[in-house]
């Protein structure tokens, strides 16, 4: 049904539920793109010179560690059989997925839900809201909590 997949992880409580729902869709002709949003103030390229990497330990540590979130996502794919692509662009994540889809031709957008309080939301916008206002393809949105 679904050919082109794109899943957003973040190695939050749902990083696993989300991952292993967006697995469940895959047939044989699904490509998932695991999509981790880098925050944009401490971004750096894959490409930057390793002065900035010294510099700016916070922006390396963060590619860091999304790097290695998405090799594990990648290999736990692979031992189901799925076949799948990395990245982790930088920028507003709301944005960064609904571009990225766009671009890509994803027909499905799998993310978590956080549960944020009626205060939260005044101050802090909703990714999953966000997304699916402006998403170009559907979103399907995985709302356990990773503790259940």
Do not use: K
């Not at 539920?17 to 944009?40: E, I, M, N, W």
């Not at 999304?66 to 594990?72: I, P, R, S, V, Y």
């Not at 939260?120 to 259940?148: K, M, Y």
């Amino acid at each position: 049904m679904f050919t082109t997949i794109l899943v957003a992880i973040d190695g939050g409580p749902q990083h696993a539920s989300v991952l292993a729902l967006a697995a469940s869709l895959a047939t044989p002709r699904t490509r998932l793109h695991l999509v981790c949003v880098l925050d944009p103030s401490y971004a750096l390229d894959d490409d930057a010179p390793r002065s900035d990497r010294t510099e700016y330990r916070a922006a390396d540590a963060q590619r860091h560690q999304a790097a290695q979130l998405l090799g594990e996502a990648l290999d736990a794919l692979r031992e189901r059989g799925v076949d799948g692509v990395a990245s982790h662009p930088a920028g507003e994540p709301a944005q960064v997925l609904c571009d990225y889809a766009r671009q890509h031709g994803c027909d499905l957008i799998v993310i978590g839900h956080r549960h944020l309080s009626r205060m939260e939301r005044l101050f802090e916008r909703s990714v999953g809201q966000w997304t699916i206002d402006h998403a170009p393809c559907p979103v399907l949105v995985e709302v356990r909590d990773g503790n259940a």
